[in-house]
């Protein structure tokens, strides 16, 4: 968000309660999006992610795994969830004649999920211009992945550079007020501070990396 309003956009902001296990991000996409002020703030409610299951995230029965980061894709892989991001994003910009959809989708540092990668984000980009009527007629929007190529510590000093509210967001999978640091989504932002040369300003049970 700090990226898109640095580039000069309105900002529209839509947020994804799909049942996920850290719903506490849901409260801190509202903090973040009251900080920017955005123009509109939709909360969009995607329960049958819980009800098909098959995650970490989305399941009671799953373990989110603490045992640190593998060449594996690992359970807190949510089949689906990016497509499906996208395509009520696209849908989102269609009525409201946005010109980009931005998504911090990353591709080095990241868990190893297949719908963080580029090519990934291309194949959606023209289902996009094919599929929608503002793509047809020549005004598509276009997907924004700034962060894509960049390691986790580019993305914390280019956030530091744009007094993006690190306090105010949260990564731990398992949604509890203070992060446990031992999940890998944990262990990844911290590893990005560390490399920045920064301290994360959350709370953290423990700083395993």
Known sequence: MGIARAEGYELLAL????????KIELESARKVAEH????????VKLDFLRDIGGSALTSDELSVPTEGLTDEIPITYVPG?????????????????ADAIFMGVNALDYSGYPDCRPEFIESVQTAIERGTKKGVEGHQTVIEIPLVHWT???IIRRGMELEVPYELTTSCYQGAAEACGTCDSCRLRLKGFAEAGYTDPIPYKSEEQ
């Open 15 to 22: 947020t994804f309660d799909y049942g996920q296990r850290h």
């Open 36 to 43: 920017y002020g955005v123009k509109d703030h939709r909360v």
């Open 81 to 97: 969830r990016n497509l499906l991001f996208l395509s009520i994003a696209s849908s989102y910009a269609e009525v409201v004649d």
């Open 152 to 154: 986790k510590a580019e």
